[in-house]
């Protein structure tokens, strides 16, 4: 009994010991949202209905909050509850990647929303910067 209750201790320190960190590296306190304002992701040559694109990651802080995500494209894309944006239909290259995907999250309780950007490159061609790629698009 004893050892179990010991265990039960530590794991509870430990879970304390972790947050602690985390808020300590954050600033001290936890807000929820997504973990990054724009994620860039490069799209493989070809994309099939179902396949997954990129994890956008949400952060809830501990709130146990029901959260909703909607995209700016849900015609091409939809994402999951666990922030994986999978495809809906196949797409191959082109220069209508540039533009940003944007994903909204949306707490049902409380309808605060956060929103994040995601930059979709097509593979092959790696442009250092997005206005490098959408000027090669311009080119052509």
Known sequence: MLLILG?????????????????????GVCRPGFSEDVYTTVMPERVLPGQPVITVKYMDCGRGAHV????????DFWISLDGVVYAL??????????SLLLIKA??????????????????????STLDEFRSSCKAM
């Open 106 to 127: 949306q707490d049902d309780a409380t309808q605060q929303q956060w929103q994040t950007q995601v930059r979709l490159l097509p593979a092959g061609d790696r442009p």
């Open 7 to 27: 265990r039960a201790l530590l794991l509870s320190f430990l879970l304390d010991a972790s947050q602690w960190g985390s808020e300590a590296r954050d600033g």
């Open 89 to 98: 239909r196949p797409m191959h290259p082109s220069c209508s990647w540039t």
């Open 68 to 75: 909703r995500f909607e995209c700016s494209r849900p015609e």
